[in-house]
């Protein structure tokens, strides 16, 4: 088994991992797929449904693999994306 | 989920002017992405900012950013940038511009400036084309390229850009292409952190134009062109940084202080104002 699987961090009970809110402006999007194809975790893949611009619009797969890198807030053209951190509830 | 946020980096593009009308796939809202982003990590304030573009697809930058901005003649923004900069030195003029329009019409203004040592600083999409008036061919296009022009494959040498300004005497050279976002990000706040005449070259795919007489449909495929044959090597020698399709050597190549044109012509004015007063 490689070493990053049976060790465990020290304090990771305390430290919570961050949860990603992504925000997709599906009517300014012009389909070029870089979020999609460059995305380091696959979250997002094309969908279905046709935008204003009739181009298909990235969805979220699994929000929960977002590790919150904002690659896709980089590499996106026109302004249609965007990642924050989830307001923590419970006090944590 | 559902409620609509602004993006974080609207309050840096004028809304009237949005969507823009770059083409899906085309680099240069990257470059503006990561421009903006650079603003906005440096806290700039945006009084003391200038836009100056030229004509091209790219030129329309200066329209879409909500700075103070400047929309020239063909090849003529850094002629304008100077006024503006000799003019009023506390203002950062920052030049976002294409290769057609840097180079080709305006490469004589680029090498006085550089030589000159002017803080201004030039973010230059290279998209090996002019793009905007049909796909011609180029001071960059590379040799056996297909354009409208050269439908048999280009037979003239392009221009290596890095060299080009390393060589006139700029103070910071950098070459990135659309993919390295984080590290043009970081280039950008380190150009405009520089005091004299600083350069970076953005490799931008264009899809529409030049790929698809290159086999190279869209922007993705552009992309993972430059994914396959980009090669960082920092502070490597910017003669050895030609572009050609097998290879294409990003990095920063120079990163030198010397003192600038504005700082020394103010001095120099200030100091024959003295004598005169002695007299």
């Known amino acids: ?92 | 989920m559902e409620t609509v946020m602004a993006h974080p980096f609207a309050k840096y593009l004028r809304e009237a002017m949005m969507p823009h009308i770059w083409c899906s796939g085309c680099g240069n809202g990257i470059i503006l992405n990561c421009f903006v982003q650079a603003v906005d990590e440096l806290q700039m304030d945006l009084n003391k900012l200038v836009v100056v573009s030229g004509i091209g697809c790219i030129g329309r930058a200066a329209g879409y950013v909500n700075t103070n901005s400047f929309h020239t003649t063909h090849g003529r923004p850094i002629a304008f940038a100077t006024g503006i900069k000799l003019a009023n030195p506390e203002l950062e003029v920052v030049i976002i511009s294409g290769d057609g329009d840097l180079f080709a019409i305006g490469g004589n203004h680029f090498i006085h400036a550089a030589r000159r040592n002017i803080g201004i600083k030039v973010i230059c999409a290279n998209n090996f084309n002019y793009g905007m008036t049909g796909g011609q061919q180029g001071p960059t296009t590379p040799v056996e390229a297909l354009t409208t022009t050269t439908p048999y494959g280009n037979i003239e040498h392009p221009f290596n850009l890095v060299h080009l300004a390393a060589a006139s005497g700029a103070t910071y050279v950098a070459r990135w292409t659309t993919l390295h976002v984080r590290r043009l990000t970081q280039s950008i706040k380190k150009l405009l952190q520089k005091e004299g005449f600083g350069f970076i070259e953005v490799v931008s795919p264009c899809p529409e134009i030049f790929g698809r007489y290159n086999k190279m449909r869209t922007g993705l495929e552009m992309m993972e062109w430059f994914r396959k044959v980009s090669a960082i090597e920092n502070f490597s020698d910017p003669a050895k940084a030609e572009i050609t399709p097998e290879r294409i050597v990003v990095g920063e190549f120079v990163d030198i202080a010397k003192i600038s044109y504005e700082k020394l012509i103010h001095e120099k004015i200030a100091e024959i104002n003295e004598k005169k007063m002695q007299w």
Not at chain 1, 6 to 13: I, M, N, T
Not at chain 1, 42 to 49: A, H, T
Not at chain 1, 65 to 77: A, G, L, N, Q, R
């Open chain 1, 1 to 92: 088994m490689p070493v990053r699987l049976w060790r465990k961090p020290l304090d990771a009970e305390k430290v919570k991992l961050p949860k990603a809110e992504i925000h997709i402006l599906k009517n300014q999007c012009k389909g070029c797929g870089f979020c999609i194809q460059f995305c380091p975790k696959k979250v997002l893949e094309e969908s279905e449904e046709i935008n204003a611009r009739g181009v298909h619009p990235p969805k979220v797969v699994d929000e929960s693999k977002c590790i919150i890198c904002s690659f896709c807030t980089s590499v996106c053209p026109d302004f249609a994306i965007f990642i924050v951190e989830k307001p923590c509830k419970e006090g944590c």
